[in-house]
């Protein structure tokens, strides 16, 4: 199995700059793709940005120029370098590895969005 782990969130002020960071150990990294979700309470799972194990990147309208998702198979991470922060960002973020009819969930981590 293999379990991504995900890092970096915290209480961050309005216009706050995380970076998250999702490891994930196993030797196909590079095969996987590697969205990044959130969930905010009362609120359904949204995804926030992907990445292809071919490196093409997308992004969901509410995020699209204030996060970036990138990887470095080198060293099987995943990051979402977060720009702007809003409050409405606020929610538990978890990093998905998936291929062919695999997906593996970390555990997540809080971003929270507060003055």
């Known amino acids: 199995q293999v379990q991504p782990v995900e890092s970096g969130g915290g209480l961050v002020q309005p216009g706050g700059l995380p970076r998250l960071l999702c490891a994930a150990s196993?030797?196909?990294?590079?095969?996987?793709?590697m969205p990044w979700y959130r969930r905010a309470p009362g609120k359904q799972r949204e995804l926030v940005a992907s990445?292809?194990?071919?490196?093409?990147?997308n992004y969901a309208d509410s995020v699209n120029g204030r996060f970036t998702i990138s990887r470095d198979n080198a060293k099987n991470t995943v990051y979402l370098q977060m720009n702007s922060l809003k409050p409405e960002d606020t929610a538990t973020y978890y990093c998905?590895?998936?291929?062919?009819?695999?997906?593996?969930w970390g555990q997540g981590t809080q971003v929270t969005v507060s003055s």
């Open positions: 998905n590895a998936q291929r062919a009819t695999y997906a593996y």
């Open positions: 196993t030797s196909i990294f590079s095969l996987y793709a």
């Open positions: 990445i292809t194990s071919g490196g093409t990147t």
